[in-house]
């Protein structure tokens, strides 16, 4: 009987007071041989930066990559997610009841929406994704040793 292991996520983050400042070092989907392999270059990496920064607290992480998706993963969930509202908006919005005014101004508004929303949805289902899509690396360690 053998489990399938997701990717292990590696990530190193620098605090400012009691909140997370900024993620200095992050990948994404590695295999356990791997982390296993390099966990003292990461633990090298987190002890330099809190011995140039004595007065933050740095820490290091390193979980199961079953929660968080990045890169392509991201734009696969987040495109069936966004293509199911935006179907749902059109629909309310062509079936909602809207006070028309007398010259017509809100019926021209709704039209509007209406094609831009199906503009949008056309562009998920071509596979053009225009949002933000989370880095899958991030290695920003040099910036915090000076």
Not at 18 to 30: F, K, L, P, S, T
């Given at each position: 009987?053998?489990?399938?292991?997701?990717?292990i996520?590696?990530?190193i983050?620098?605090?400012?007071?009691?909140?997370?400042e900024?993620v200095?070092?992050?990948?994404?989907?590695q295999?356990?041989?791997?982390?296993?392999?390099?966990?003292?270059?990461?633990?090298y990496l987190?002890?330099?930066?809190?011995?140039h920064?004595?007065h933050r607290?740095?820490?290091?992480?390193?979980?199961?990559q079953?929660?968080?998706?990045c890169?392509?993963?991201?734009?696969?969930e987040k495109?069936?997610?966004?293509l199911?509202a935006?179907?749902r908006?059109?629909?309310?919005?062509?079936?909602?009841?809207?006070?028309d005014d007398l010259?017509?101004?809100?019926?021209?508004?709704r039209?509007?929406?209406?094609?831009?929303?199906?503009?949008e949805?056309?562009?998920?289902?071509?596979?053009?994704?225009?949002?933000y899509?989370?880095p899958?690396?991030?290695?920003?360690i040099?910036k915090?040793?000076k």
């Amino acid at each position: 009987m053998s489990t399938t292991l997701s990717g292990i996520a590696v990530k190193i983050n620098i605090y400012k007071g009691w909140w997370v400042e900024e993620v200095i070092y992050y990948r994404y989907n590695q295999p356990l041989q791997l982390v296993q392999r390099w966990m003292w270059y990461f633990e090298y990496l987190a002890a330099l930066v809190k011995v140039h920064n004595p007065h933050r607290k740095v820490e290091l992480i390193i979980c199961s990559q079953d929660n968080v998706l990045c890169g392509e993963d991201y734009i696969s969930e987040k495109t069936k997610n966004l293509l199911r509202a935006k179907k749902r908006k059109l629909k309310q919005t062509r079936h909602g009841y809207y006070e028309d005014d007398l010259f017509g101004f809100t019926k021209a508004e709704r039209e509007n929406k209406l094609s831009d929303i199906q503009e949008e949805i056309d562009a998920l289902e071509r596979g053009e994704f225009r949002y933000y899509v989370p880095p899958t690396e991030i290695n920003n360690i040099k910036k915090w040793i000076k």
